[in-house]
DNA sequence: TGACAAAGTTAGCTATGACTAACTCTGTGG
DNA sequence: CCACAGAGTTAGTCATAGCTAACTTTGTCA
């Protein structure tokens, strides 16, 4: 390999683990509004503290990641009342969630038992990039 | 589902989501020594600089990061002098290399171009559990 | 109707991991 | 043999994301 496309081949490594230091900071934003969908359709709202329990976390660390949701205009709040969505963070949840399922429907296709492709689902997600998500639908045989 | 049961979910799912934190912050450590491993076997020696170009940071945050392996026992260094791993590290590092490949060759199979496929696996590697690397290797034709 | 439990909030702490700027050390070429 | 460029380090800043402890608000039920 000659001298400039080792050096072009060291930039675009440094690149990828730029993107993936990124898509880290998406995450967090990614987890809570796809949460908060869930539980307006399963239970009518979002509540701080069912929220803290399915995350595993305190009410303390919820109310600041809602602050910054807020913040990022993914999410509304009123003190001391539910959480709610904006159009921006629902459709940040659908495509989180669609995302979430075709990985775990990959997993389980490639023979990973359904509890541990879930698990192992909410950490891959966030990092399958959209060739990849393409590569996954026609694998599992739906469409491109 | 019961009301007990339901709890139960929620717990698991709460401990998994506690279970992905827990896999970032051993991932930096983990991208670090494969790139220590990486630069002796290419040129001799790690240095900060060269860490610093091929993870896109600047050489303090590389210091910061050392420092942070040698108090985890993963690397030793002196100042001034370049980096090295200790057994601990090395291990780390080569166990890190191989599910790297795995899961790019796992991408490459499912239809994935090579460049993506390493680029995805950059961010998925980490989250990839133990039973889900068995199912790679098998559906690889890897053994088991 | 008001006490109190549950929920939400706030303040203040920690560690990580990034940065810049300013410094010191190393080692090599003139 | 030493100047100086390049490498390494240190100090100080910032944002994220977690925690505990102490506080306030809400809403219910006796």
Chains 1, 2 share one sequence.
Request: net charge neutral.
């Amino acid at each position: 390999m000659s001298q400039s496309s080792l050096k072009q081949e060291i930039r675009r490594r440094a690149k990828n683990f730029q993107r993936v230091r990124a898509a880290h900071q998406t995450e967090v934003a990614e987890d809570y509004v796809e949460l908060i969908d869930d539980l307006i359709a399963e239970t009518g709202e979002a509540r701080v503290v069912d929220l803290a329990d399915r995350l595993g976390v305190t009410k303390a660390t919820v109310n600041n990641t809602v602050q910054r949701l807020v913040r990022e205009e993914l999410a509304t709040s009123q003190p001391y009342r539910s959480i709610f969505l904006t159009p921006k963070g629902q459709s940040l949840a659908r495509k989180s969630r669609k995302r979430h399922e075709l990985v775990r429907d990959v997993l389980v296709a490639l023979g990973v038992d359904e509890e541990t492709a879930d698990a192992d689902a909410e950490g891959i997600e966030h990092h399958v990039s959209k060739e990849t998500l393409a590569a996954f639908r026609k694998f599992l045989g739906r469409g491109e």
